[in-house]
């Protein structure tokens, strides 16, 4: 069974930093182009992130560019969200998606996780 | 303000069909596949459709989707009150952003 487990949200000032993790399990995570996706309290979904299966591609929305950075780390099955100078306008909740295959933008998202929430308010 | 056009909100009555509009541009809906979640309230999203037109296992074929030039539809049929939702449809955008995009959402009343 494909589950896939975020952690790593809470409150932060804006200025502040904070880095997401995303423990996947049940697939090859190896094989598996994955993103993050956001939505902020009564929104819309708006993609934030994606890395390639291998971790040499990787995409940003213009929000987040230059200041997130996404990783993975496919020894652990796990996938990583570094956020530095936050805003306000970044408080959402954070989702990590798993595509359908390795190429990012090629497939669909698949399995979603439950989320965490990161509210930047000081 | 969205990539994709959706409509905010659509209703029908149980047992009764809805349909659901994308609407985007060459760069997104022209060039790539369509899929489309479901947002039960509270949940995570959930994979409904998948390249245009194709179900994952458990999706009752009461769902549908379809793709036409720059815009898509999602279809349900035999309306249930568990269909209660957020519906979204998404796609890769080829444009020099490149990147997921997604409509900005439809709340789907079931009367």
């Known amino acids: 069974e494909v589950q896939l487990v975020e952690s790593g949200g809470g409150l932060v000032q804006p200025g502040g930093s904070l880095r997401l993790s995303c423990a996947a399990s049940?697939?090859?995570?190896?094989?598996?182009?994955m993103s993050w996706v956001r939505q902020a309290p009564g929104k819309g979904l708006e993609w934030v992130s994606a890395?390639?299966?291998?971790?040499?591609?990787?995409y940003y929305a213009d929000s987040v560019k230059g200041r997130f950075t996404i990783s993975r780390d496919n020894s652990k099955n796990t996938l990583y969200l570094q956020m530095n100078s936050l805003r306000a306008e970044d408080t959402a909740v954070y989702y990590c998606a798993k595509e359908s295959g390795s190429i990012v933008g090629a497939t669909t998202y698949d399995y979603w996780g439950q989320g965490t929430l990161v509210t930047v308010s000081s | 303000q969205s990539v994709l056009t959706q409509p905010p909100s659509v209703s029908a009555a149980p047992g009764q069909k809805v349909t659901i509009s994308c609407s985007g541009s060459s760069s997104n809906i022209g060039n790539n596949y369509v899929s489309w979640y479901q947002q039960l309230p509270g949940t995570a999203p959930k994979l409904l459709i998948y390249d245009n037109n194709k179900r994952p296992s458990g999706i009752p074929d009461r769902f549908s989707g379809s793709k036409s030039g720059t815009s898509a539809t999602l279809g349900i049929t035999g309306l249930q009150t568990g269909d209660e939702a957020d519906y979204y449809c998404g796609t890769w955008d080829s444009s020099l952003s490149a990147g997921q995009v997604f409509g900005g959402g439809t709340k789907l009343t079931v009367l």
């Open positions: 890395i390639s299966g291998s971790g040499g591609s990787t």
């Open positions: 049940g697939f090859t995570f190896s094989s598996y182009a």
